[in-house]
């Protein structure tokens, strides 16, 4: 059974930061590329960072970029998502994903993720 489970979210105050957390059994993590999308209330879900599989590199998005940071430890089939100065911009659930393909080249399409998490709530306030 294939399964990715979020952690690490809550409620914080602006400019604080959390860590995700998000853990992958089921399947070879380590030849996938893995994402972090958010969906803000009232709004469609949206990528917000990648990290491929083959050289860790990285996508984020215009909105966190210099602000999150993601890194993966696949001996711990983990992948992170740092999320330092934290705005009420932030709020949404939390999602990670993976796909096979492996570079992130296709960050914004949900069809080419295999799989998913549950979501997890973050909550920033001013």
């Known amino acids: 059974q294939v399964t990715l489970l979020e952690s690490g979210g809550g409620s914080v105050q602006s400019g604080e930061s959390l860590r995700l957390s998000c853990v992958g059994s089921g399947f070879a993590f380590q030849w996938h590329g893995l994402a972090w999308f958010r969906q803000a209330p009232g709004k469609g879900r949206e990528v917000i960072s990648c990290i491929s599989s083959a050289d860790d590199s990285t996508y984020y998005s215009d909105s966190v970029k210099g602000r999150f940071t993601i890194s993966r430890d696949n001996a711990k089939n983990t992948v992170y998502l740092q999320m330092n100065n934290l705005t009420p911009e932030d709020t949404g659930v939390y999602y990670c994903?993976?796909?096979?393909?492996?570079?992130?080249?296709?960050?914004?399409?949900?069809?080419?993720?295999?799989?998913w998490g549950q979501g997890i709530q973050v909550t920033v306030s001013a």
């Open positions: 994903a993976a796909e096979v393909m492996g570079g992130c080249l296709r960050v914004s399409e949900e069809s080419v993720y295999n799989y």
